[in-house]
């Protein structure tokens, strides 16, 4: 995907940038390739793939949600910052939460911060469950790209997330985990309000987006790593 691809390619999906927005997309691949040399941040790095299959890829949630209307967002498992930092690139209304378990990574994404004066969000370095048991209904929508199970997303995900708010889950092909998350959804007080699935443009793969509403907090989760790893709700 060329940047001109990209960028009608968003148009489909009423996102528009600004020149400035694009420079910023620019250096935060520049500065992905160049760090992905020291760390392993990702194994897609030709930047029209990285155009596609991360940034393009990131911003299709405003497919399932109006992101211009969003306040608080959290990414969990942000990994190199999808869908996160690209999304707060191209809507800095969002203020903005990325948490992930590797500190190397938080410090790639603190020099990408850095480098493109990004304001309103902030990186934590922590393990999504011991992050959900302090910050209790603190989103508008929490969202994770691949990173687990269902199920497992569902346990980390849901305690952030205020009642009446939305965790957006962002797969592949999910048929088996949605079948198997339906305790999950019981337990956490939570329903599928949405879901769409499609093809990245020139059939680059399926893609699927799941809107999940919390109805009502269950303060007996997220339980301990442990406890998850060992039996998934």
Sequence with gaps: MTENNFIEELKKINIELTANQLKQLERYYELLVEWNEKINLTAI??????????????????????????????????????????????????????????????????????ELGLTNIETVHARSEEYAKVNRNK??????????????????????????????AMKANVTDELDESKNALSKLFSKITGKIEFELPNENGQRTIIKIEKNKDNNLFPRKYAEIKKKRL
Aim: one cysteine or more; glycine letters at 4%.
């Design 139 to 168: 989103f508008d929508i929490t969202t994770a790209r691949a990173v687990a199970h269902l199920s497992v997303l569902l346990e980390y995900a849901i305690p952030m997330t205020k009642v009446n708010g939305n965790f957006i």
């Design 45 to 114: 790095t030709k930047k029209e793939d990285v155009y596609l299959k991360h940034f393009y890829d990131s911003l299709t949630m405003n497919k399932i949600v109006d992101l211009s209307k969003v306040e608080t967002m959290c990414d969990i498992g942000t990994g190199a910052g999808f869908p996160g930092l690209v999304i707060k690139i191209a809507f800095p209304n969002i203020k903005m939460t990325l948490v992930d378990a590797l500190e190397k990574r938080i410090k790639f994404l603190n020099e990408v911060i850095k």
